[in-house]
C-alpha cells in the first residue's frame, strides 16, 4: 500500500507541470575524468588544461553554465555514483557506499527510478554504476540498457589503435555510440515524439578509466607530451613516461567529449535539444596517478561541469564559483521532472542558480563542500582494512581527517605494510593493479614512480606514504596540497573551526564512520570479495 500510495504522490505531483515544463535529462557521464577540459584551461591557463581537447563540453558550457568547483562526494566510483544516484552523501548509502562488494539495495531512492515512476521513459548506455550488484541497479539495471550497436567504446584507444587506419576506427567507434543512443530514442516512435513522455537517458562509457594504449593520446587526437612540461603538479615527476600517460588520459577525454558530440546531434535530429537539459561531468580524478583517484586533494575530487538548458538558463555563457557537489544533480533533476525530492536526499537543487543570471559565487551559502573515502579495492582483495577520511573544502582551506592513520593509504607494498614483498617488475606494476598498492591503479606512472623509490623517493612517499590523521592546506598558496599546516599553532583556530564544521556535517547526516558502531569496520563491509552474494538468476 505504501508503495502504490507514494506512486501516485508522485504522478500527481508531475501533473502539475505540463509536458512541456518537463525537460528531458540527458546525464554524460565519464568514468575518472577530473576537472581538464579546454573551457577550463581558457580560464585558468598555464595548467594541464591547456593541452584538454574537448569542443563539445566548451560547447555546453558557452550555451549554458560551467561551474568551476564541482566536487565528488567520494573520489571512488562505485560510492560516487551512489551518492549522485541518491542525491547524498555516500557515507548514507548503506552497502552502496564502497566499491568493490558493493550492493544496491533499493533502500536509497534514486532519481532516474522516481522519474520514470512518474512518467518519464528511462534508458542508459555503458556504466551507470558497477560494481556492485545488480549492475546498474538504480537505473533500471538490464531492462533500460541499450546497447545494441555494441560496447567497444569502453575500449577506445585499444580499438581505435588496431590496424593501420586509426581514422576509420575511430570514426567506427562514434557510430557505435550514434548506434547506441538510436536504438534508445527510436525503440518507440510514438514515445520518442510524444510530448507527454519525456525521456532520462544516461551516456557512461568507461574509456576514460585504465587501461588505454601509451602514445594514443599524441596518435588519435594530437596531444603532445612535451606540451605539459612544467604544468603537472609538484608530487609528480615531470618526466617523459609521466607526461606521456597524462597526455593519454587526455586523449580519452577526448574521446569522450566526441562521444557527447555524437549524443548532440542526435537530439538536433530528433529535434529535442532545446527541450533537453543536458549536464556533463565525471565520477573523480584521474586513475593511477598519485593523489588523484581515492585521494580528497583537489586533484581526486574535483570534476568538470556542465549544464546547458535553454528552457531555464537565460543568461548563457556564465561561469559559476558556488560550491557544489555531484548529489545536487538528484534534486535538480526531481525538480526539473515535477518530483518532490525525498526527504533523505542530503543534497541541495541547483535549479536556482542555473535560472540566476549572476556569475561568480551566487548562492553565499554554498562555500563549502564534504567529501571521504571508505573502502575501495584493497581491502577487498587482501586483509586491508578500509583507508576512512573525510574532509571540508572552503574556499580557503582544505582539511582532511584520516581516522585510521597507521593503515595504508594505497594498501600494502614493498616496505609498506608488507616489508618482506618483493618489488614487483616494471611491467606488473603498469599491466597488475593488484601487484602492490591496490589502491592505485595499474599505470606507467605507477610503474615509474615505485620503480624509482631510491632516486626519487618524494615522489614515492607522495605516492604510497602514511598520512598523519589531520590535514590542513591553505588552498590560495598552496594548491597542490605539499604543506600540511595542522600541526602551525598560528592556524590552531581555524584548524579547531573546519574540525567543528565537518563533525557537525558527519553527525547531522549520520555518518557511521564516528557512531559508537562502526559498520564500515564489520562484515559484510569488511568481507573479501568472494564471500560476497552472487546476483540471482531472475
Known sequence: MRQILALGFLLVSALQLSAADRPNIVMAFADDWG?????????????????AKTPYFDQVASEGVLFTRAFVSAPSCTPCRSSLLSGQHFWRCGRASILQGAIWDF????????????????????????????????HGDRRTAF????????????????????????????????????????ADDDAKLDSDKPFCYWFGPTNVHRKWIAGSGKKLWGIDPDSLKGKLPAFLPDVDVVREDFADYLGEAAAFDAGLGVIIEELKRIGQYDNTILVVSGDHGVPGVTRGKCHLYDFGTK??????WPGGITKTGRVVDDFVTLPDLAPTFLELGGVDAPANMTARSLVDILKSESEGQVDPARDAVFTGRERHVAAARTDNKPFPQRAIRTDDYLYIINFQPDRWPMGTGPGYGDPDAP????????????????????????????TRRDEDPKSFEYAFGRVPKYELYDMHKDE???????????????????H????NELKSTGDPRISEDVVFEKSPYTDPVSKRPKRKKK
Open 35 to 51: 576537472q581538464y577540459a579546454s573551457a577550463y584551461g581558457k580560464l585558468s591557463p598555464g595548467g594541464i588544461s591547456d593541452a
Open 107 to 138: 533502500s536509497s531512492p534514486s532519481y532516474p527510478l522516481l522519474l520514470e515512476d512518474s512518467g518519464y521513459r528511462i534508458g542508459h548506455t555503458y556504466k551507470v554504476w558497477s560494481p556492485g550488484s545488480p549492475a546498474n541497479a538504480p
Open 147 to 186: 546497447n545494441s550497436a555494441g560496447t567497444k567504446f569502453n575500449g577506445f584507444s585499444q580499438n581505435a589503435m588496431k590496424g593501420d587506419d586509426h581514422e576509420a576506427a575511430r570514426q567506427g567507434l562514434l557510430q557505435e555510440v550514434r548506434g547506441n543512443i538510436r536504438s534508445f530514442l527510436d
Open 303 to 308: 570534476v568538470p561541469l556542465a549544464i546547458r
Open 423 to 450: 618489488l614487483p617488475s616494471y611491467e606488473d606494476l603498469r599491466e597488475n593493479t593488484f601487484a602492490a598498492f591496490a589502491d592505485l591503479d595499474a599505470s606507467p606512472t605507477k610503474a615509474w614512480v615505485a
Open 480 to 498: 597542490h596540497c605539499i604543506t600540511n599546516l595542522a600541526d602551525d599553532e598560528s592556524m590552531a583556530g581555524v584548524r579547531q573551526e573546519l
Open 500 to 503: 567543528d564544521r565537518l563533525m
